[in-house]
């Protein structure tokens, strides 16, 4: 059997969820891929709130639903540093078709910061092979459970930080 990295951890509620978000984007770097599957009130852009706050941003997160890609500053005290400069955070439920999803242009968002999309599942073949992918199931009313899986060695490693922090 081949044995696919993979970490799973339970939530209890949305702060625990802004936690784990915020332990992911401390260690977030430039060309970062993450992709957050789930429901309709999983809790994606809950997790993507923690994710922001722990990396820096000035902006405080809203539903991209309407826009499709939000894009988050943070404060730029540390030049050079591998901490990306912007924080692309794409909602593809509303896209409409695959060229519309074509148009958003993906390479030159990770050549300047990190992405994450929630609803990867409706842009099939324009996510980069290499990400972390998140399953959110709703297994209560406040509990979460979330299954992290790797494509490539710099996801392995962030899911070694998720083991830890779990
Ligand atoms: N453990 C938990 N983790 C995250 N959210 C939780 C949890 N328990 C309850 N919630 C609630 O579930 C809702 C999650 O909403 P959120 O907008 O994050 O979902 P979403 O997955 O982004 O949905 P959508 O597909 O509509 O964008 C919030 O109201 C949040 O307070
Ligand atoms: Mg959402």
């Known amino acids: 059997m081949l044995n696919v990295p993979a970490v799973k951890v339970v939530s209890h509620d949305p702060e625990q969820t802004r936690q784990l978000g915020a332990q992911l984007g401390k260690a977030l770097q430039t060309g970062d891929v993450f992709c957050l599957q789930g429901e309709l009130g999983a809790g994606k852009t809950t997790l993507v709130q923690g994710i922001a706050q722990g990396w820096g941003s000035l902006d405080s997160v809203s539903s991209p639903t309407f826009i499709l890609v ?53 842009m099939p073949g324009l996510i980069p092979a290499e990400n972390l992918w998140l399953t959110i199931e709703h297994t209560g009313e406040t509990e979460r459970e979330m299954k992290f899986t790797a494509s490539g060695k710099r996801y392995e490693e962030l899911l070694g930080l998720i083991r830890e922090g779990a």
């Open 70 to 122: 939000n894009v988050y500053r943070r404060a730029d005290e540390k030049k050079g540093a591998a901490t990306p400069p912007l924080l692309f955070h794409m909602d593809a439920y509303r896209l409409d078709s695959a060229s519309e999803a074509e148009e958003l242009d993906l390479d030159s968002m990770l050549a300047e910061g990190a992405l994450i999309v929630e609803w990867p599942e409706r």
